[in-house]
């Protein structure tokens, strides 16, 4: 079974100041991961994905995020915060790539980033 | 730029009634989703849906629930007779067959009385 885990519920971090939102992964296989960031009373909207090649992606909105097979981890981040980007974080990891009709993805937790002036 | 849409925005019902949510996907994708996120929690896969039949389900679409492609542009979910705990939000979900990146919309937040 796959599954992805965000160790924390909430980070903070003054604006300017650099980000990182961690997530780890357990999939058997090679790991499909997305980011999606979800805004207060919206849906989720996508910020990146990792599926193969380089394991610095880049996305949406200047994240970026980091694939580190050893540690089965896929941390997004960004270098400098902006106040806007304060909004609720998941990472997901998907079963198979374009395996048939299933290809639901699973989510983390979620973690909810406030960035202050 | 195309994206998917649903509709109500938010839905409030009775325990016990019947309930339909409708998607839009967009336009050109093959394959849809429903996920539902309880207020607080993580965001958990129903359904999955191509070729006009359920690919996939999780433990949580059981009888009550039902998916349907009525036509070529709308993707329903219907709760038959909800409870309680259905109360959450529900998101429809679209991709194409040549890409995973799954496209989602609004959410329609449901609640139950």
């Known amino acids: 079974a796959q599954s992805v885990a965000q160790p924390e519920d909430q980070v903070n971090v003054a604006e300017g100041n650099p980000l990182t939102v961690k997530c780890t992964y357990s999939v058997s296989g090679n790991p499909y991961l997305f980011w999606y960031v979800q805004y207060p009373n919206r849906g989720l909207q996508f910020l ?19 694939f580190n097979k ?15 980007d304060s909004a609720l974080y998941f990472c997901a990891v998907l079963r198979g790539w374009l395996t048939g009709g299933g290809n639901k993805l699973t989510f983390g937790t979620g973690t909810q980033l406030k960035v202050e002036l | 730029e195309p994206e998917v849409t649903q509709t109500p925005s938010h839905q409030v019902t009775q325990m016990g009634q019947e309930v339909i949510l409708r998607c839009v996907p967009i336009s050109n994708h093959l394959y ?10 993580k965001v958990e896969f129903l359904v999955s849906f191509y070729n006009n039949e359920i690919s996939e389900k999780s433990e949580i679409f059981d009888d009550q629930f ?14 038959r007779s909800t409870k309680l705990e259905d109360s959450a939000m529900y998101f429809c979900a679209s991709r194409t067959n040549r890409d995973n990146e799954q496209f989602f919309g609004p959410g329609t937040r449901l609640t139950v009385l």
Not at chain 1, 48 to 66: H, M, P, Q, R
Not at chain 1, 70 to 84: E, G, I, M, N, R
Not at chain 2, 32 to 41: D, E, K, S, V
């Open chain 2, 66 to 79: 039902s998916v349907e492609r009525p036509d070529g542009s709308n993707f329903t979910l219907k709760i």
């Open chain 1, 48 to 66: 990146l994905k990792y599926i193969t090649g380089d394991n610095l992606v880049k996305g949406s909105y200047g994240f970026e995020a980091e």
């Open chain 2, 32 to 41: 849809f989703y429903w996920y539902r996120q309880i207020l607080g929690q």
């Open chain 1, 70 to 84: 050893s540690q089965t981890s896929f941390h997004l981040k960004k270098p400098s915060a902006l106040v806007s």
